[in-house]
């Protein structure tokens, strides 16, 4: 298995208050994705990263706020949560560099849920 | 833009039957195409996958043929088991290798009674 965890593995806040979800991989892999899973519609991007400090937005970006400072970790912020994202938060990896295919490595998700 | 529509489910087979999950997508270009499978409480994993037309990917027994003439990526098995009981995701990539992101479609629930 890639070695991708993410933290804290569940989450129960309150609306507007601010949230940090942390990605951390020791795969040395390039790219860094955030996403969302929900019922009846699959993933969805948030942000990704193609390198330290290199971040752009996704499908549904909107509220989210990303931060790399090292290749290893990929930080997710809602600055001001609202029940809407109550979700489950998915990071993934990949390094294009080394797969044709863009395969992508899944961790194992984070459970938040907002009040 | 890219989308990738599969049936939701949930699909209820007994063990032993032939499966298939049909995916079918819209993408300009040639995109790859991937199955993944989510287990209960688990993240993602890489089923199978196929980069250009007429590739079989294939694993695990499951098997899935990349079909530019009706733009589908069909999922089979021939004989499935309770073990198989998952989330299934159909998605491609659009970015010919870049990093732009997966377009999944909504998932198949699948569940194999004994």
């Known amino acids: ?115 | 833009g890219n989308s990738v529509t599969q049936m939701e489910g949930p699909v209820t087979l007994s063990e032993e039957a032939f499966l298939t999950i049909n995916c079918t997508y819209t993408a300009t270009g040639y995109p790859s195409l991937f199955w993944y499978v989510q287990y209960p409480g688990e993240g993602l994993q890489l089923l199978l996958k196929a980069t250009k037309a007429d590739d079989k990917g294939s694993n695990k027994g499951f098997e899935a043929t990349y079909r530019k003439e009706t733009t589908s990526f069909h999922l089979e098995k021939g004989s499935v088991q309770v073990s198989d009981s998952a989330v299934y995701f159909c998605a491609l990539d659009y970015s010919g290798g870049g990093a732009d992101g997966l377009t999944f479609g909504k998932g198949t629930h699948l569940i194999i009674q004994p």
């Open chain 1, 1 to 115: 298995d890639a070695g991708i965890t993410q933290s804290p593995r569940h989450k129960v806040t309150e609306t507007g208050t601010p949230v940090t979800l942390r990605c951390h991989q020791t795969e040395n892999h390039r790219y860094m994705y955030w996403y969302r899973q929900d019922p009846g519609h699959g993933l969805r991007l948030i942000h990704y990263s193609y390198g330290v400090k290199d971040t752009d937005k996704g499908e549904v970006s909107d509220g989210y706020s990303v931060s790399r400072s090292k290749t290893e970790d990929f930080l997710l912020t809602l600055e001001s949560a609202t029940s809407s994202q109550t979700s489950v938060y998915f990071c993934a990896i990949s390094d294009p560099g080394t797969s044709v295919q863009n395969e992508q490595f899944f961790g194992p998700g984070t459970r938040l849920t907002v009040l």
